[in-house]
């Protein structure tokens, strides 16, 4: 795999997302996934989620002293737009979510993806990706403390699994025609107006020509069209982070569907760039006036079925723990172009 645009300020290495030191887990569903390794808070009993005040360890401001900076995610984004009590507990209180079967199935794959692409283009045979499968899951089980979510029993099933998404992939393209410009590779940057951004663009393609493509595998099936705004949501944020940091718009974002096989398309134009960075300036906004007064309501939905925080969350008889307090808004180096002036 050539790096060769880890030189570029922004691209760095992954030290952290979303403050935790680890990425946001693969989904298996397209939807919203764990995160990761968390450090937990203190106990229940303490101010509701409406509780107005910056809470324990806040100071007057309600900035949480000694905790990390928040960035924005494409995921956290989508978090505080379905509940902004959800968008709490995962990203300011860092409260534990069981991992699932789904998530680490989506992890090892991409893994494998990468390591795929880190070949040499005429090492890429089919044979050779499948040689790769059981190695990642090996790493899985002996790095990631894989038997807590697929116990060994479940370990050949698992195993095939990986294998017929990986080999998928030979479906929608040819790994043998062509060389990422990067892959797991994490950006940061900012909106023009300072919104910091970040996230890991799964790839990155750049055509002799220049033309340049963001692809995300996913190992889910592919979202009903009333929820394809949603994927492409994402796209859209991986898209402007790209467009700050190396100053040109990609030409395509592509969202590949191994599960079955499919993928999605789009084509980013400077007006969409635009009213993505404009609506994340608002969010971003919201989410910073509900940190600073610890206001982060529940917003209930179907999605409610899948939250691992009904226990927590006072629209099904919980009590959220005591608010930590907002952890500040990370401050990212000015520099990169202005997306509606191209300066
Ligand atoms: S159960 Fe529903 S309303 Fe409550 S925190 Fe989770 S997503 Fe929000």
Redesign the pocket.
Known sequence: MSDRLSTLPGVMDPVEIDGTGQRDGHDGHGGQVGNGAHTGTGGHGGQGANSGTGGHGANGDGIAAGRKPLALSASRAADFT??P??YR?RAVDRNPEPRTRAQVLGTVVHSVLEDLYGLEQEERAPERAAQLVPLAVERFYAEDSGGEVVPLSGRAEFESDVAGLVAALYGVEDPQRFSPASCEQYLLTSTSAGTPLHGFLDRVDVAPTGEVRVVDYKTGKPPHPRFRDQAMFQMRFYSLMYQRIHGVLPAQLKLIYLKNGSWLTLTPDLASMVETEASLDRLWSQIEEAGESGDFR????R??DW?D??A??P??GGTPPEYPGWPGTRVVPAGTPNLSTGE
Do not use: E, I, K, Y
Not at 298 to 301: D, E
């Open positions: 379905r509940c009590l959800l507990l529940p917003r209930t939905s999605l409610c939250c925080h009904q927590l969350c629209a099904f």
